[in-house]
């Protein structure tokens, strides 16, 4: 069984043939999806799809970095009330993005450390969002650094020290497409990089693997993925189900 830690499966992307998405992963064996948010305004989106898929989905709540804008206090407030009427598996995703918008670094990173704050409180993991921004997700994590703590640092695309010092935080690093690109870099270093820190994600409908790299992506491409890894590691693909959904088990509790 694949766990896909990172799907935007709720996006209109997937309006047109969602069931039929749905099914060509659980051909794949991925069975385990979780759903990172953006904003308020995908809030009952992602209620619905887990209301069609209550085995399968499981869902984070949190405010992305590149949706903190003038009213980042409202849409913070917005998710603090949701983590009040029910049960989520993580704080996400949540971070710093500087390829977009530069201006909003100061309440960007005011709005992750409330976060971070918020995931301490009910004890769950964060799942950082990070872009042209490892120094500055860093500092922010250094003065939160504690045993409650813990987390996956989602696309990961850094280098092989910027790997060792998030996972000195107790994040796992999460990987996706980015590992099959002929470019990606981190398949140079990844398997210097133990397993037990390695959680698999799609992303999707962004960052589909080679070969369909540019089109859409979708969770059952979390076999190519799986597949890269095995490679990588020179491992079956078996155990690099069996030990990233044991991974994933480990973050998120279930």
Not at 67 to 90: D, M, P
Not at 92 to 110: A, C, P, R, V
Not at 143 to 150: I, Q
Request: aromatic share 12%; hydrophobic share 40%.
């Amino acid at each position: 069984m694949l766990t896909d830690t990172h799907t935007h499966l709720y996006s209109d992307a997937f309006a047109e043939d969602r069931k039929e998405m749905m099914q060509r992963a659980f051909d794949k064996d991925v069975k385990r999806f979780f759903i990172p948010a953006i904003d308020s305004a995908y809030t009952e989106s992602m209620y619905a799809l887990e209301k069609e898929y209550p085995e399968n989905v499981f869902l984070m709540m949190g405010l992305h970095p590149t949706s903190v804008k003038e009213n980042f206090v409202e849409e913070l407030a917005h998710v603090e009330e949701q983590f009040k009427k029910r049960n989520f598996y993580a704080v996400g995703e949540i971070g710093i993005d500087l390829y977009w918008d530069k201006s909003t670094l100061e309440i960007q990173k005011i709005a992750f450390r409330r976060q971070i704050q918020l995931a301490k409180k009910f004890k769950l993991p964060i799942v950082i969002h990070c872009r042209d921004a490892f120094d500055e997700i860093f500092e922010v994590l250094e003065t939160e650094k504690s045993e409650d703590l813990f987390g996956i640092f989602h696309c990961f695309t850094g280098t092989f020290e910027q790997a060792e010092k998030a996972i000195s935080y107790n994040m796992k690093l999460g990987i996706g497409g980015v590992v099959t690109f002929k470019n990606g870099k981190i398949d140079t270093f990844l398997n210097q990089i133990p397993l037990e820190n390695i959680v698999l994600e799609t992303d999707s409908p962004y960052l589909a693997p080679a070969p369909f790299r540019g089109k859409r992506n979708e969770s059952s491409y979390l076999e190519l993925v799986s597949k890269k890894l095995s490679e990588i590691y020179n491992v079956s693909e078996e155990e690099i189900a069996h030990i990233t959904t044991k991974n994933s088990k480990a973050v998120f509790g279930i």
